[in-house]
């Protein structure tokens, strides 16, 4: 094989593992709008959140003592242990679970039949929050995260390619990250999990239930809160996985939650309530963007990752208003 | 007692449809209107005008441009910033261009430009509708903050990407650069906002705000009592992005002075504009001022508590603010979802009666 | 209960003369000419091979049980839907994929079976959306307001405020239809239509949900309509009493097809009608 087309074969391999990062934070605003009908802007600040409490409980760092030291002006900084990274996963899961509750009964409660676009502002609300939260809680520097994922290109891979190609020419081989091959694997596992979840457990016909009628869902007995409860504890187990996939490529900070920026339109192209369409809509906006920033971009003077993902959405959505899995909406009087 | 509309007689239909339908309270109007005017300018010192004041009538341009389209037209849209960066591009360009052009003019002329791109960006919302629309002008959003950043001949080729407002005179006054004094740009923005703050509440009483609000409401409706959606939306796209090219226009040359794109016009400012819209009230005008007053003066008088009052450190405050202002924002939709305004037409109905409330 | 025409109505009418879009057509003549219309949704068959008229002047009646289709055709009338199959003659001119703006212009109007009011606007809005398609002046005399746009929003202020006299509704002006009880809106809704001053106007299930008496006045203001305005009414109903009462002529349709056609008196009479409404087994 040419060097032209294995370079072309790893840009579409590395959009596809971006795609699939993607693909983690979409999927948790599908889980939720697909049960409540809410359109979380706040699920990239609850990955960032997510990440946060995971390093900051395997760090042992005190929490709010940044707060703590400027009002009482003590210097606490950290307890002094190391959390394994298994027993930090189950705190920070804990601690999701907690907010989803508190959520639930402080906001969503109050909110219950308010148009869609008062929860979408709500969420917003919650966006602010929670980042002021957060930082608030754990500080807002830099923070790396391991929890044991392996990361950095594959040697045995770049090997195996570079055999593919003929004796002496000048190309080293293909380049593939670890974490991303792990991302990916971990997101089939979660979408396989959700499927099986939401289609053979009690509580998943209650869920699907409640995304079609919730009056109806009412009316025979099911409790709307745990729903909506056990709904963004899912959510905050995506927004998990999300973080720490993400805090472990490129470390947990604030653009942590710009993520979620990069998942709307992953979401416009696969349709707000279908899992596979996050999936794929995720794979395609990586693909394309990976392709247009070689080919495209220079044309145009490069950097055009931030809004060309937009574009091709909306694009899209012109022929297919509905997305690529949506139904198709007959609008009836 | 002076709250009353007792003896207040509507004897035409045009009295019927006036906008402050009782007389004490069109009294207050005025005299409010008076004192901006004529008093605001001698007492308000420069902190004041230029952190308080010039910023709130800026905003407030803005908010009222978002409520026409979010609010009256019910599309919602997060590209609010990129159109502010539209409005002040077109006005540097003009600046530099046309040095002779009065400001004023160049001000109008830059929300007419702004306009045109609102309507363009404007076209997919014929096929699609709600969250979709809001995630499509994200695109605006991040278009045109990118094309304003890479493309040079926006900002005149200088050296750092800003663009700074050259001075220009009304009436021989300074009111733009960096030596015009503080009043002159609060005056100037005063004027631009009553004189536009009037005009919304005029085209939104007549047919064309029907019309917007037909479409909000029902669309299928509206579509078959012979409303053109094509005309109804693109109109708000289009009037909207006037007011909020405006907007932009005024904050770069008579608020800020100078702006960098990515730094002035960044999606944050999208949220903020839509904050002020639902916080002040979803299709009020006088909600357009309310919920710009608290987005502007919140943050303000947060700062001055925290870092003046109890001395901490400023990164702390910030997170304590940005935290704060979530937390209102999720407890106002709680309490009020109709926003600040319909408080206020609350307490009004509750002072009609006073004090004999039943 | 009022007398049919109370005297306000009656020195409003004097005053203000509401009448239906003028055209050419005789009364009596054909308004409204459907032909051989046939419409699916994907592999389902909504109507199939359906022809009427409408002659002007008249109240149609359009019935049949629940799923006959009957919406439908009413969508297909004003332009919301388009036949795959068939022609519409509407006022002497064919006509094809016609938007329903277009149609309104042309003076169709309708209410619809579940309420689509604007909900955060007032009664008076309301009505005065209605006769958004006759007012005219363009979006800088409405930027001024005080002047010619104020003088034209007056004028149909006062058509408006006769059509409210008219149905009685004078005491909610100004409240928003979002917190008025069920029969309100639906007179509320009439009120839209009947504002554009229809040359056609369809009413889709008028009084769905409503007790005798809100029926009784519901069909008292629909005859008045037809009778004071000369507005040709095209209706669906499910109540027989009313409808045998009020209509000229009725159409009935069942599984989309058309099954009986003629005076109230023949259709009751027609064997097919009778199965369809006493439900006898179907062999498709």
């Known amino acids: ?333 | 007692m002076l709250y009353r509309e007792a003896g207040d007689f509507k004897t035409s239909y045009a009295a019927d449809q006036q906008t402050f339908p009782i007389k004490s309270e069109r009294y207050l109007f005025w005299a409010f209107m008076a004192f901006t005017f004529l008093v605001v300018p001698f007492i308000a010192d420069d902190y004041w005008v230029n952190s308080i004041l010039v910023p709130l009538l800026v905003w407030s341009m803005v908010a009222l441009g978002l409520n026409i389209l979010t609010g009256y037209c019910g599309q919602v849209s997060l590209g609010t910033g990129g159109f502010m960066a539209v409005g002040a591009f077109a006005c540097y360009k003009l600046m530099t261009g046309f040095p002779e052009l009065n400001i004023f003019i160049v001000i109008l002329l830059s929300g007419a430009v702004t306009a045109g791109v609102g309507v363009l960006f404007g076209l997919p919302s014929l096929r699609i509708k709600g969250f979709y629309l809001a995630v499509a002008t994200l695109a605006a959003q991040f278009f045109l903050v990118w094309m304003f950043n890479k493309f040079a001949w926006f900002y005149n080729y200088s050296a750092s990407g800003q663009i700074t407002a050259p001075t220009r005179t009304v009436f021989g006054i300074e009111v733009t650069g960096p030596s015009a004094p503080p009043w002159a740009a609060y005056l100037a923005c005063l004027v631009l906002v009553f004189v536009f703050a009037w005009v919304a509440r005029n085209l939104t009483r007549g047919r064309i705000g029907r019309s917007w609000m037909a479409m909000r409401d029902m669309d299928i409706a509206a579509e078959i009592m012979g409303v053109s959606p094509l005309y109804a939306k693109l109109s708000a796209f289009a009037i909207s992005s006037f007011y909020i090219g405006m907007g932009g226009a005024m904050l770069f040359s008579l608020y800020l002075g100078a702006a960098e794109v990515t730094e002035a016009f960044g999606i944050e400012k999208s949220f903020s504009a839509l904050f002020m819209v639902i916080i002040g009230g979803l299709g009020s005008i006088l909600g357009s001022f309310l919920g710009a007053a608290f987005i502007v003066l919140f943050p303000v008088l947060l700062k001055n508590i925290m870092v003046g009052y109890f001395g901490w450190p400023t990164d702390l405050a910030a997170h304590f603010q940005i935290m704060i202002v979530g937390g209102l924002i999720i407890f106002f939709l709680i309490v009020e979802p109709h926003g600040l305004a319909q408080l206020w037409r609350l307490t009004k109905e509750k002072l009609r009666l006073w004090p004999f409330p039943y | 209960m009022n007398a049919p025409v109370d005297s306000k109505s009656l020195r409003a009418a004097e005053q203000f003369q509401l009448s239906a879009h003028q055209d050419d057509i005789a009364k009596g003549d054909v308004l409204l000419k459907v032909e051989n219309v046939s419409l699916s949704f994907g592999g389902v068959k909504a109507i199939s091979d359906i022809s009427f008229d409408v002659r002007k002047g008249e109240i149609r009646a359009i019935i049949g049980p629940n799923g006959a289709g009957k919406t439908s055709m009413l969508n297909v009338i004003n332009g919301f839907y388009h036949p795959q199959i068939g022609t519409i003659t509407y006022r002497g001119q064919p006509r094809h994929a016609m938007r329903s703006t277009e149609a309104a212009r042309q003076g169709i109007s309708r209410t619809f079976q579940n309420i689509a009011l604007f909900k955060g606007m007032s009664t008076l809005d309301n009505i005065m959306t209605g006769r958004i398609t006759l007012q005219k002046r363009n979006v800088f005399w409405q930027a001024l307001w005080h002047g010619p746009a104020m003088r034209e929003d007056i004028e149909h202020r006062r058509a408006v405020e006769h059509i409210i006299d008219f149905l009685e509704i004078q005491a909610i002006r100004h409240t928003p239809v979002g917190r008025l009880p069920y029969g309100l809106q639906k007179r509320v809704e009439l009120g839209r239509a009947l504002a554009a001053e229809p040359a056609l106007l369809l009413l889709d299930e008028p009084m769905a949900g409503m007790n005798l008496e809100e029926k009784e006045d519901m069909s008292r203001f629909i005859l008045d309509v037809n009778d004071q305005f000369g507005t040709t009414i095209a209706l669906i109903e499910h109540d027989m009493g009313v409808v045998m009462d009020i209509s000229d002529r009725v159409v009935v349709l069942d599984y989309g097809r058309k099954i009986g056609d003629g005076t109230p008196d023949e259709v009751s009479k027609n064997q097919d009608v009778i199965d369809a409404y006493l439900g006898v087994p179907h062999d498709e």
Request: hydrophobic residues 60%; negative net charge; proline residues 3%.
């Open chain 1, 1 to 333: 094989m040419s060097p032209v087309v294995l370079n072309l074969i790893e840009t579409i391999l590395n959009g596809l593992m971006a795609g699939v990062m993607y693909s983690l934070v979409a999927l948790g605003f599908v889980l939720i709008f697909k049960a409540s009908g809410i359109f979380n802007f706040a699920q990239g600040v609850m990955a960032l959140f997510a990440a946060l409490t995971l390093v900051g409980l395997q760090t042992g760092q005190v929490p709010f003592a940044h707060l703590i030291n400027a009002v009482l002006g003590t210097n606490l900084h950290s307890f002094g242990w190391t959390l394994p990274a298994f027993a930090a996963v189950i705190g920070t899961l804990l601690v999701m679970v907690l907010f989803a509750y508190l959520f639930e009964a402080l906001v969503l409660k109050h909110l219950v039949n308010q148009e869609p676009i008062i929860l979408f502002m709500a969420t917003i609300g919650l966006a602010y929050f929670l980042e002021g939260f957060g930082d608030l809680m754990w500080g807002s520097d830099v923070k790396t995260m391991d929890v044991g994922i392996p990361s950095g290109g594959s040697f045995w891979w770049e090997d195996v390619t570079l055999g593919w190609v003929a004796e002496g020419s000048d190309y080293y081989g293909m380049y593939i990250d670890r974490l991303d091959v792990v991302a990916a694997v971990v997101a089939v596992v979660l979408v396989i999990v959700l499927t099986i979840f939401s289609q053979y457990t009690r509580m998943g016909r209650a869920l699907r239930a409640v995304a079609d009628d919730h009056q109806a869902a009412l009316s025979v007995g099911i409790s709307l809160r745990t729903i909506w409860v056990v709904v963004w504890s899912i959510a905050g187990f995506v927004a998990l996985v999300a973080g720490i996939m993400w805090g472990s490529k490129s470390g947990v900070q604030f653009s942590l939650s710009l993520i979620a920026l990069k998942a709307l339109p992953v979401l416009i192209l696969g349709g707000f309530t279908s899992i596979p369409g996050a999936i794929v809509g995720g794979l395609i906006i990586g693909v394309g963007e990976k392709l247009a920033e070689i080919y495209v971009g220079p044309m145009v003077g490069g950097a055009v990752e931030n809004w060309f993902a937009y574009v091709v959405a909306l694009a899209f959505l012109l022929f297919r208003p509905q997305g690529l899995f949506g139904e198709r909406i007959i609008e009836r009087v």
